[in-house]
């Protein structure tokens, strides 16, 4: 043997080599390689989707395009994985902050595993001994041993991360920061990170990462929200970003614009990719657009991806994901609640699945479906939705360089309970956007006909059924419980709390009621107060007076003021209040300050809305 391929010219002898190792890893395509709200068993007869709205795992048969079964796991499910090459399904419950194992032969839900909060992203490795999910806040990984249900080994690994993809030899971790887009490689030995990918300065909302089957490649989806730029050709791009995951020479990181990517064909929000089994095709969704791209998959560390064709999709796809066989992708339309099957080489339609009913009122639905849309009447150049800044409620983490001056994006949590809106409290209701959408940042038809009201003028509410129905899904997003007050208020907490309530720091004379602000949506008067905040920009072009924010979920919010300069709590109370015009601080200690940043982090520790409390805006329901 060895006398016969010494006698190989090494070329061919090389080639062959290079052809057995990549059949030998021609075939790692195991379910969960990575995260996707999408997944398919390694047989490839069964797929399994979660549906956020519902709070359930749908299950499909894939022989026959029926639904087997749909099982409720709790608020809002994000990441689903079949475990090794079994039918045991892992799901990232987000909201409920637990990790759910099910039967999906049976439906029956076999583990509920708690976690400190937030789990999104989950993946199985080969054999189906471990599974690893990421922890969006506060910036985790963690490894469950899948048969005792235990967690096992956590890795902190930077500031907000949803991502995840495993490795197909299980020796590392790739992950991204949503905010940043940096992607970090974590060995698996012993939970290090080895290796990093900084993003471009811009890199946002990086939610997915994939790697292909063979080379040592990984994609991720992501946006870049430019902020110094508000305007609706300028400020938000789609791109995938592909990373070289084995150090060394040559292009370690390459970003591929799709907003010209097919001709001049504009996309928006891309929320998930799939590379094919066989590695030689990449296909991306576009939750804001609602199309999808494929793409030739290069192996010539140059071009990388080449356009094949575009097709358009249901309302909100946020999932894609290839079977075994490469020979049909699946696509899951969020907001149509349903999967469709497309034939990869004809791009028709094979099967349209519905996996669950809508929970959703028909005005709720509707506004969900406006807010994430980016295409009119909405959104005139197709680049921005409400959702690129707005995703499920959640703020982009972006200070914006308004015309009125730096503001950062806030959290839509609570809102229905704490208006006026915006910082300024320029705005009484979301109708008032119409001006936003028609106005350069969207540059959209609107969703009224004619003229509208100035924003604090006459209610713009009742001109437009769409209206209102987008300003009813606005106002659904619903405060979370602090993880940091799972336990109850901890020592420096209580501690802290006594501090805010007392009346020499004053905390409490703004920041007051169950929602920790003086704003009142019932009785609709507008106060404003200056506490010093408004000489730190002088792009400020407003009256240097502010509505009192509510301090609930602040945990996970930052930056914070409306300037977004104070990285941390300790920053908005020590560097930005010198003076002592934003509450009294300036004689509390180190560890007083650090006592009443614990309590601030613990909000909300109980539930905000009293039983019976309407907003006097709208019915909160979804
Ligand atoms: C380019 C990013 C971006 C886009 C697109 C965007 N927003 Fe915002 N949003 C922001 C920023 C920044 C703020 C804070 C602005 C301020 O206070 O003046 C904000 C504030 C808000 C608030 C106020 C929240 C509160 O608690 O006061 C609401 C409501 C809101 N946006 C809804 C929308 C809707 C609806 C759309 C689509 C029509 C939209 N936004 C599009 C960035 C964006
Ligand atoms: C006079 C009314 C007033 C008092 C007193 C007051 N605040 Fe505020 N607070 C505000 C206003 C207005 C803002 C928004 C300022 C801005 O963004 O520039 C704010 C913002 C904040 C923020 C940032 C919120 C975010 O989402 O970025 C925190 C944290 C905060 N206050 C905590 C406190 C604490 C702690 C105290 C007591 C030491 C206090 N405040 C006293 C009115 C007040």
Redesign the pocket.
Known sequence: MLFTVRHFPKILFLAFFVNTIAALFANPVFAGRSNSLLDISQDGKLLACSNRDSGSVTIVDLTTHQVLREISVGKHPEGVSFIGASYTVAVAVYDDDLVILLDASTGKVTNRIHVFDEPYGVVSNKEGSKIYVTLDYPGQIIEIDTAGATIQRQFPVGQFIKAIAISADNKFLLTTEYYTGQVKKIDLKDGNIVDQWAGGSNDNLSRQITMHPTRAKAYLPHIRSRVKVAHGAGSIFPLVSIIDTEAGEGKRKMRIPLDSFIGTRVTSNPWEVAVSPDGKTLYVVFAGTDDLFICNVLDDNYRELTPRSAIYLGHNPRAVKVAPDGKTFYVYNALDFNVVAYDATSLQIRATIPVTENPLSKQVLLGKILFYSARQPMSGRRWISCASCHPDGQPDGKTWHNPEGLR?T?SLAGMAWTHPIH?SADRDEVQDFEHTIRGPLMQGRGLVRGKINPSLGKPNKGLSEALDAMAAYSNTHKFSMSPHSKKGLSDSAKRGRDI?FSPK???A???SGPFYT?SNPISKKII??D?G??KWDKTEKMEP?????T?LG?YR???????GL?HN?QE??TTY?RDDL????SHLSPTEISD?VEF?KALPYENPVPQGHKTGLVEVKN
């Not at 007076?545 to 924010?549: E, G, R, S, V």
């Not at 934003?582 to 601080?585: A, E, I, Q, R």
């Open positions: 950062n806030q910082w805010f720091t004053a905390c004379s703004c920041h003086d404003r107060h506490v905040t408004a007076a502010y509505d009192t924010p301090l602040l919010t930052g930056p914070y003021l409306h300037h104070a709590l908005v109370l209040n934003h509450g009294k601080t009443l601030l």
